[in-house]
């Protein structure tokens, strides 16, 4: 099952004034739009699909109703896209291409479990209501509760999925004392399935971009390692630029924030880039964020006189979770700047838990210093006047691979980029005092 995250932020107006464009996600209607696209004519793609030419202009005559644009202009030579046209017929193509895709996984997905039962033709298929039934299934674990979400009778929930699975060719899902869990086809379905739904939703954003203004949303994930600073300031210029924005913040750890990137849940995170590559993952750095020693203030340590590394050895610690990339990297710097940790240090990957423990304790623990400037600026934690080497963690943006960032989200990242620029014209990527003596 794809890991739930554990906290999300909604950020934006109550009632934002907004350039609306809804599009169906009716796959037929979809499909037809498509053919004519490529056709540039009802005709020619009637008869290249052998069906009738109503079935076609019916469904495109219905989307130009939905949006209030004309996707096309009729000329004697055909039709040809216009510009709104073009915009839903990128994004269209791109949802049809994961359903493309998906057909081929769970073809490989039957050769590997030995099964001879292939999806032939799944993508031309397989329609919306199996796909929603799907996901309100995967996200309520019962079928009573997804038929109360979509709005339809059990019976007809019940018939979605399995009229899903006999295209498959297997379960999508088991029952289990926790209700019903994703099978591994289920699970290859389920990321294709919300990014085809994504697909369509950021073609009403981008019309609306181009009508006049950012709209829609932007689900950003925060890794703890200096991503929350850079995603506030970041999301207070969006918002005054486009106010109509909603902005969500998702803070959870990296394995469960890049599983909700690969299916579409997040459009980026933001963080350390200190982590193991992922192929279908494309980063962006930023800068480079230096590490200081921070305790509480009045720590006894503030107000020693040459001080050294070693005052730091053989106190209590507060460091990250044993496993991670960030206690990695935390071992290292100790272990270079030869600081003893001591045997029993509190793990912990939640940043205000652990601030909550500098603040209640004399512990010790390496943040950066724009993870504390708040409390910093309070008079409620201190700076050690200490130089650690090699304390540096790349920040930066990841992405899926094969993304198209909606308006929204190419916005948030040029701020993102402008923030950081300044921060490194102006030496604010490294925070920390005067170096002093390790001896």
Same mark, same amino acid.
């Given at each position: 099952?794809i890991?739930?995250?554990?906290?999300?932020?909604?950020?934006?107006y109550d009632?934002?004034?907004?350039?609306k464009?809804?599009?169906?996600?009716?796959?037929?209607?979809?499909?037809?739009?498509?053919?004519v696209?490529?056709?540039g004519?009802?005709?020619r793609?009637?008869?290249?699909?052998?069906?009738?030419q109503?079935?076609?202009?019916?469904?495109?005559?219905q989307?130009e109703?939905?949006?209030?644009?004309?996707?096309f202009?009729?000329?004697?030579?055909?039709?040809?896209?216009?510009?709104?046209?073009?915009?839903?017929?990128?994004?269209?193509?791109?949802?049809?291409?994961?359903?493309?895709?998906?057909?081929?996984?769970?073809?490989?997905?039957?050769?590997?479990?030995?099964?001879?039962?292939?999806?032939?033709?799944?993508?031309?298929?397989v329609t919306?209501?199996?796909?929603?039934?799907?996901?309100a299934?995967?996200?309520?674990r019962?079928?009573?509760?997804a038929?109360?979400?979509?709005?339809?009778?059990?019976?007809?929930?019940?018939?979605?999925l399995?009229?899903l699975?006999?295209?498959?060719g297997e379960?999508?899902?088991?029952?289990?004392?926790?209700?019903?869990?994703?099978?591994p086809?289920?699970?290859?379905?389920?990321?294709?399935a919300?990014?085809?739904?994504?697909?369509i939703?950021a073609?009403?954003?981008?019309?609306?971009?181009?009508?006049?203004g950012?709209?829609?949303?932007?689900v950003v994930? #925060? !890794?703890?390692?200096?991503?929350a600073? *850079? /995603?506030?300031? %970041?999301?207070? &210029? =969006?918002?005054?630029?486009?106010p109509?924005?909603?902005?969500?913040?998702?803070?959870?750890?990296y394995?469960s924030?890049?599983?909700?990137?690969l299916?579409?849940?997040?459009?980026?995170?933001?963080?350390?880039?200190?982590?193991?590559?992922?192929?279908e993952?494309?980063?962006?750095?930023l800068?480079?964020d230096?590490q200081s020693?921070v305790?509480?203030?009045g720590h006894?340590?503030?107000?020693k006189?040459?001080?050294s590394?070693?005052?730091v050895?053989?106190?209590?610690w507060v460091?990250?979770r044993?496993?991670?990339?960030?206690r990695?990297?935390?071992?290292?710097?100790?272990?270079a700047a030869?600081?003893?940790?001591?045997?029993q240090?509190?793990e912990?990957d939640?940043?205000?838990?652990?601030?909550?423990?500098?603040?209640?304790?004399?512990?010790? #623990? !390496?943040?950066?210093?724009r993870?504390? *400037? /708040?409390?910093? %600026?309070?008079? &409620? =934690?201190?700076?050690?006047?200490?130089?650690?080497?090699k304390t540096?963690?790349?920040?930066g943006?990841?992405l899926?691979?094969?993304?198209?960032p909606?308006?929204?989200?190419q916005?948030?990242v040029?701020?993102?980029?402008?923030?950081?620029?300044?921060?490194?014209?102006?030496?604010q990527?490294?925070?920390?005092?005067?170096s002093?003596s390790?001896g």
């Amino acid at each position: 099952m794809i890991p739930r995250s554990l906290t999300r932020l909604s950020i934006g107006y109550d009632k934002p004034v907004e350039l609306k464009f809804h599009i169906e996600p009716n796959l037929r209607h979809l499909r037809a739009y498509l053919a004519v696209s490529d056709s540039g004519s009802v005709q020619r793609a009637a008869e290249k699909l052998h069906l009738t030419q109503s079935s076609l202009s019916r469904p495109v005559q219905q989307l130009e109703r939905q949006l209030g644009l004309k996707l096309f202009e009729r000329t004697r030579r055909g039709m040809i896209l216009t510009e709104f046209g073009a915009i839903l017929s990128q994004r269209v193509r791109r949802a049809v291409g994961h359903l493309d895709t998906v057909e081929k996984e769970l073809i490989a997905e039957h050769a590997k479990a030995g099964t001879a039962r292939y999806p032939s033709g799944f993508s031309n298929k397989v329609t919306r209501r199996q796909l929603s039934a799907l996901l309100a299934i995967a996200s309520s674990r019962t079928e009573r509760a997804a038929a109360q979400q979509l709005g339809l009778s059990q019976p007809a929930m019940t018939q979605a999925l399995r009229d899903l699975e006999r295209l498959v060719g297997e379960s999508l899902f088991v029952r289990s004392a926790h209700g019903m869990v994703v099978t591994p086809f289920g699970e290859i379905l389920l990321r294709r399935a919300k990014l085809v739904f994504a697909e369509i939703a950021a073609a009403s954003n981008d019309i609306a971009n181009r009508v006049g203004g950012i709209t829609g949303r932007i689900v950003v994930g #925060a !890794l703890p390692q200096a991503g929350a600073p *850079l /995603i506030a300031r %970041a999301v207070n &210029l =969006l918002l005054k630029d486009h106010p109509s924005v909603q902005v969500v913040v998702v803070e959870g750890t990296y394995r469960s924030l890049i599983d909700e990137l690969l299916c579409g849940d997040i459009d980026l995170i933001v963080g350390g880039l200190n982590h193991p590559p992922i192929g279908e993952v494309v980063q962006d750095h930023l800068f480079d964020d230096e590490q200081s020693l921070v305790v509480r203030k009045g720590h006894p340590l503030t107000s020693k006189k040459n001080l050294s590394l070693k005052d730091v050895s053989g106190l209590e610690w507060v460091v990250p979770r044993h496993g991670t990339p960030a206690r990695k990297h935390f071992d290292e710097i100790v272990k270079a700047a030869t600081i003893e940790i001591g045997a029993q240090p509190v793990e912990s990957d939640s940043l205000l838990t652990r601030r909550a423990l500098l603040l209640d304790s004399d512990r010790v #623990a !390496l943040f950066s210093r724009r993870q504390v *400037l /708040i409390e910093e %600026a309070a008079g &409620l =934690l201190a700076i050690l006047p200490l130089k650690i080497d090699k304390t540096a963690i790349p920040v930066g943006i990841h992405l899926r691979a094969d993304a198209l960032p909606s308006a929204g989200a190419q916005s948030f990242v040029k701020h993102l980029r402008a923030i950081s620029a300044a921060f490194l014209s102006t030496g604010q990527s490294s925070h920390h005092g005067p170096s002093s003596s390790q001896g």
